[in-house]
């Protein structure tokens, strides 16, 4: 785990990126913006995770660390003696964690639950979807006060790195670590809508996947979503996709969601 620091004095803020080895967008987003060295009225911490996972190119080494907290420093696994680290050194910041996805091209934000901390950063974030997690969180880092997760935009792609950029300037703004800004709530938007993750989408051992419904987009009861070998799935009742690709997750398409509200800007 690799720590860098902007401003003097104990940082109350904190971004993370590489959780996962396989999504290097946050780790080249923090590179740009320490290269920027901007001026900083609050202390912030950079960290950099699993660099082992970073360096060989894959998710994870041994266990899913985003699936691993609380984490323990005697446990068996790298991933999760370095979860009890990582835990941490976060423990008292506020705290964004950048991610990637093979589901969805633009970005969007995960919180454990819509609380103050959500309801005072997210609307300041390029982003137009807000996901509450509560049940399916079980392990991940946003399971801690004041995390917010960030989904910047597809694996592997430039678009992703450019965003997560701007999102680490908006997190900066929105908790008043970036000196002379003022936070901007819009992005040419009128509110963040708030979908709740449900059930797991499971696969069936096939070895080709198919997904037809487009994320955030409500798929109606009777309707194809996804097929395996070519054998359709097709929605008992209506839900909201989040997260859904044919190869994103190894046992599971994504999940079932519901729209239960918005966050005005």
Do not use: W
Request: charge should be negative.
């Amino acid at each position: 785990m690799r720590i860098e620091q902007l401003g003097e004095g104990t940082p109350e803020i904190a971004v993370v990126a590489a959780v996962h080895g396989d999504e290097p967008c946050g780790v080249r987003a923090i590179e740009r913006v320490l290269a920027e060295s901007p001026a900083v009225e609050r202390p912030v911490k950079f960290v950099v995770a699993n660099e082992v996972a970073l360096q060989q190119g894959v998710r994870y080494v041994e266990e899913d660390l985003n699936r691993a907290f609380p984490g323990d420093p005697d446990a068996d696994t790298y991933e999760r003696r370095l979860a009890a680290d990582l835990a941490r050194e976060v423990r008292d910041c506020t705290t964004l964690s950048l991610h990637s996805t093979q589901s969805y091209a633009e970005p969007f934000a995960l919180v454990d639950t819509v609380d103050a901390v959500a309801r005072s950063v997210c609307p300041y974030l390029p982003v137009s979807v807000l996901v509450e997690t509560e049940a399916e969180s079980d392990g991940r880092l946003i399971e801690y006060p004041h995390v917010v997760e960030v989904e910047c935009g597809l694996q592997g792609s430039e678009e992703a790195v450019d965003n997560a950029v701007e999102l680490i300037h908006s997190f900066l703004e929105a908790t008043g670590a970036l000196l002379d800004d003022e936070p901007v709530a819009g992005y040419d938007r009128d509110e963040v809508a708030v979908y709740r993750l449900g059930r797991p989408v499971p696969k069936n051992g096939a070895d080709e996947y198919e997904v037809f419904a487009e994320n955030f987009e409500r798929v109606a009861a009777g309707e194809a979503f996804a097929a395996a070998e070519g054998n359709e799935l097709v929605a008992e009742e209506p839900f909201y996709p989040v997260l859904m690709s044919p190869y994103g997750y190894e046992n599971v398409f994504g999940y079932r969601g519901e729209r239960v509200g918005v966050l005005d800007s």
